[in-house]
């Protein structure tokens, strides 16, 4: 079950379209993509404190901003996934302890062979991704994360496909 921030709420009932957007966690660091450029929450720099303060007194210290080393619009598609908390069996207690694991594939713009020179250097099998759907003017944390996974196969042609299982 997915909690839905207020402010998310907000948005969906003026009629705004979130945002869906994943993250692919390199060894070097953060890459997000999405079919638009994104703005606002999504830093492409470091940040060592932006004096955020919340209603409660406290102030962020940069740990609310999704810092990347990119940040791009290079997907074409998002894959289908499924979400059930109930197992392939029909047993009805099982289903509260197990839930059937998800697999995704996502399709990237490669027509300039930008994926092709940057997996030579930065393997994207094997590492960490994640699905997120959220608004730009929101901070990150209020985002709902959909999927979260590892990359288990690549397809580097004029599109990039990643397919990706969680685990």
């Not at 959909?146 to 990706?164: Q, R």
Request: no cysteine; hydrophobic share 40%.
């Amino acid at each position: 079950m997915y909690r839905l921030p207020i402010t998310f709420h907000n948005h969906l009932k003026l009629g705004e379209t979130p945002v869906i957007y994943l993250v692919v966690h390199t060894h070097l660091g953060y890459r997000i993509y999405a079919k638009k450029e994104l703005k606002g929450v999504f830093a492409t720099q470091g940040t060592l404190g932006d004096g955020t303060a919340l209603g409660n007194g406290t102030v962020l210290g940069g740990d609310d901003i999704i810092t990347g080393l990119e940040k791009s619009a290079r997907v074409i598609s998002f894959g289908s996934f499924e979400r059930t908390l109930t197992p392939k069996q029909s047993d009805i207690l099982a289903s509260y302890g197990g839930k059937q694991l998800q697999h995704t594939s996502m399709e990237m713009d490669n027509a300039d062979r930008y994926f092709s020179r940057l997996i030579a250097k930065e393997p994207f099998i094997g590492r960490p991704v994640s699905i997120y759907a959220g608004f730009e003017a929101d901070l990150q944390s209020e985002h709902i994360k959909f999927f979260t996974g590892i990359i288990s196969e690549l397809s580097v042609l004029s599109l990039m496909t990643i397919e990706a299982d969680e685990r």
